[in-house]
């Protein structure tokens, strides 16, 4: 059994009389990724703070390592890597400078800092850019220094908080192609973010918080398979009417029939063989109808099933 | 580790052209303007005594003793200008036409016994004119008076009229330097309360609740309190080279004396620096909103530089009559008067306490900023 | 109408810089401008001294030396037995003179050895140190001699005393022909409100154009449909009402404290000011074009703004700076409207509106348009480069 590298029992967080974070527990296993979802407000970033002792909570444990994770456990700090959701570099320091200037917090021998330092630039794809100021970055780039500043003294537990926000397709590639070369190095990765399909990608695992509490806590495919009763059938009918839709209504299992354009969109609650008994009602009735698929929940509609769909703050 | 800090630092100070332009250029433009401003006046202060342009006008026809007074008036006297420079009209029109016209400033008429001033306005400038006919009336008095009563003492007495005997003493205190150079320190105080606005912006750098930077920083194994020691001493460093910048500006280039040797007002201006670096921590580990470091930094500068008068040359003296505690707590008063002591009285006690207090300031600020910043352990975000 | 109640409203974001000018304006400017005020004079007035006596030696001739001063001068309390303090101020003008009797003072005079008797602090050789050095000389030379020619001390007091009371009838005539040549308080007043205003203009006029021309505020203004002359000349009359507001509050606040030394030149001195403006406003706009950060705004409208005002007479009277500064002043609007207000302190009402005065507002004009072109200039380079 892998060993457990973070540990968060019955955390408590108040500001004032609001709970940000209630009775929450954690554990991330080393060698994992740990998805940490849930929609803004629910605590996660308070969790993390707390989890980093950047905040003082109210109850509850905090184990990084098998040590009690306090503001002056240095040894639990070195080991620890973060990439802030806000890109956190110094704007009068070029890209070497900062990449050195944070790693040197961590790392003290001249020589293998230097090394560090370079791998971390290779990594990130920021090599021929190292003498650029942040400021003539581009957003890509700006995120792709923030990681090197959070990864090059090589933690063994890294935390990266919505780190491809605002991120072009090709780079978010290469920061998530990068996160998987870490984790199959050794590195544990606590991984926050609000895009679904990379967490789908990328996390072996899945905890969703929503007002402060451990909701749902799984693989994807998991969390998946308790919606996997739900299904949707698309079918183009170019003649439908009230009726079609009233008989349609009457399938069992069927809870909802919705129009789309030319399209039916017919939502099942549970069941066996949907799709059979929908087809035979419109061949019954000579319906002439055209493409016709089903659809399986997304890790995203698990996460408005569970979070439900009212706006947050 | 607090050798490379304390590099990265600096480094970070120096490329920042907001506290470049403040810290550095400011205060040279600032001695550039005071020295095109008070130049003239720190050379020739206009206070200064000048010899007042008189006319004359004798309607007697014949050599009086007020005329050979006024002539005497006109030598130069140990080292001082001389009281008069006499001009002689024929008529009092002319002498009118003359005043009228700035050629001189007044004018004496001689008619019979009757010696008469006219003055364009009053002032120094009259009262003296007055004074002079006075005083030429008063001897002759006294000389009357004593042939009246004690005519056996008349000789004595005429002798000891025209020996004109020094009864004032004036009190010498060696070094003498314009109260306008007063300017020069203020500006050198402010300069280096401006030192405080770089602390703020060390500390938000490396604290977490104020930037994502200092999250980075405090989620890091090194010490926050020897990383801000680093922040510190590249403060320190930054301020006390733009305050010998612009002292060398001051003295060396600009020329004027600032009434001590460079090496020791260097080492004050030193000092002043880590007195503006220090409260600058403070400010820091009182404050938590990022708009307020700041405006704090800015306004604290401003108000002790007013007070220590980079305004208004008098202010300082002005409190120190009457309510000198304000001096002694004021950080710019303080550097100021210390600069103007050693400058005008050297080494006094005086001189020592400002440096002691200035010390115990820079002590006392570091002292608390500890407990504050070694009390926040976590932070509110 | 948007655009303009969005202008005004950002202005909110420099009340506080308002409010400190504004202050340092009334405090300053006020107490600067009752200090110079000089007003015709018909009768001779003694310039009366302040001095702090310290008398250790509490003599009878010491008490009466005191007693001269006191009915002659202003004799105020040393606050201090420290030579040094008194030296400081007399130095920094708390008092002018600070006259220390010794201990044996009477003594001594009485011995027939007046040499150095007293001792006095001055700051230099200056006119008041001169005047009274001199008539407390002539005061102490009277008593010497009385008391060397066989009076008593009562009696070389007595006699001294009276002579000094009948020599107060001689008294110079002042013959005041020139009628305008002093300054009143409105000018003193409107000269520094050079700098103040200038400062105000520059910061708040600046910070509200940078607003406007954040790119991605102006971006979203372009895309709203809005004519380009509709926001441009929203932007513009913004501005300019912001100007013509806190111009016309300077004047109204000055007019206000000025009550007690109202002349009928108000008029003259607001059109000097609005004139300067237009250059304020010109200068906050060329700022605003180099740069827009409100930090780099603020140093360089300070830079600007407070040489000028040393160089240009506002803070030190031009008389007292070298030509060759004067020369260069002239480079300088703050130059033009000092000398524009100093040319209406010094002429009658009637002759004010003249080619003189009307060519020292053009000059002022052309400086306003000079810093608009520069600044027009430097944002097309700008747009140009993409800097």
Redesign the interface.
Known sequence: MSQCVVEIENLVKRYGDKVAVDHFSLNVNEGEILGLLGPNGSGKTTTI?CL?????YDKGTVTIFDKEMK??A??I??Q?G?V???????D??NVY?NVD??C???I?DKATRKQYVEEALEFTGLTEYKKYKPKKLSGGLLRRLNIA??IAHKPKLIIFDEPTVAVDPQSRNAILEGIKKMNKDGATIIYTSHYMEEVEELCSRVVIMDHGKNIANGTTSELKSSLMNRETIRVNLPNKNDEVIKGLKEINHVYKVKEDGDDLVIKCDGGDHNLVHVLSYLTDNNIPFGHVSTELPTLNDVFLEITGKELRD | ?FG??FV?KF???I??RYMVGWNFLFPIVLATVFYMGFGNLIKDDPDNFHTIEAGYVNTNQEESNFEKVLEELEEETDGNVAILSLKKYDSRQAAMDAMNSDEVFGFYVEDGDEIETIVPKNGYHATIMNQIVREYDNKKNVVETIAKDHPEKIQAAMDMVTDNITIMKEHDFGNNTSPYVQYFFALIAMSSLFSSWISTAILE?IC?NM???G?????????KLMTILAGICAAMVMQSVSNAVVVIYVQEILKISLGAPLWNIILITTLGSAVGVSSGVLIGSLIKNEKLLIVVPLCFTMTCSFFSGLMWHQIRQYIESRVPIFNRINPASLLVDCLYTRATYGKTSMYYQDIITMSCMVIGCLIISAFLLRRR????? | MSVFNAIIKSLKANITTIIVYLAIFTVFGNMQAKATVSTQETTFEEAIIRVAVTDNDKSQLSKAVVDYLAETQEVVDPKTDDPQVMNDNVRFLIYDYALIIPEGFEEQIKSGNAEDALTYIVPGTTMSQYLLTQKLNDYMQDIVIYLNSGYSEEEAIDLTHEQMVELSKTQATVIDEQEENHRSFFTGMFTFNGYTMMMLLCICGACTLTFMKDRDVSNRISVSGMHFFTRNLATIAAVFFIGFVITTVVIIVIQLMGMEYANDKLLYYAIDTYTLMFVGLGMAYFICSLTANENLINMVANMFVLSMSFLCGVFVDTQYLSDSIVKAAHFMPLYWYTTAIKFINDTPINNIWSRQFGTYLMIEILFAAAFFMAGMIISRKKEQYAI
């Open positions: 703070n980093l002792s950047l905040l003082q503001p002056e240095y040894d700090k070195s620890i973060v802030m959701q806000n890109v956190a570099v110094i009068t320091l400078e200037f944070f040197g917090l961590y003290r500043c959070g | 580790m490379r800090i990265y480094k970070e100070i490329r920042n750098g977490a930037t994502e930077r999250k980075r920083f405090e989620c890091s194994p090194t010490s352990k976590y932070v509110s975000l």
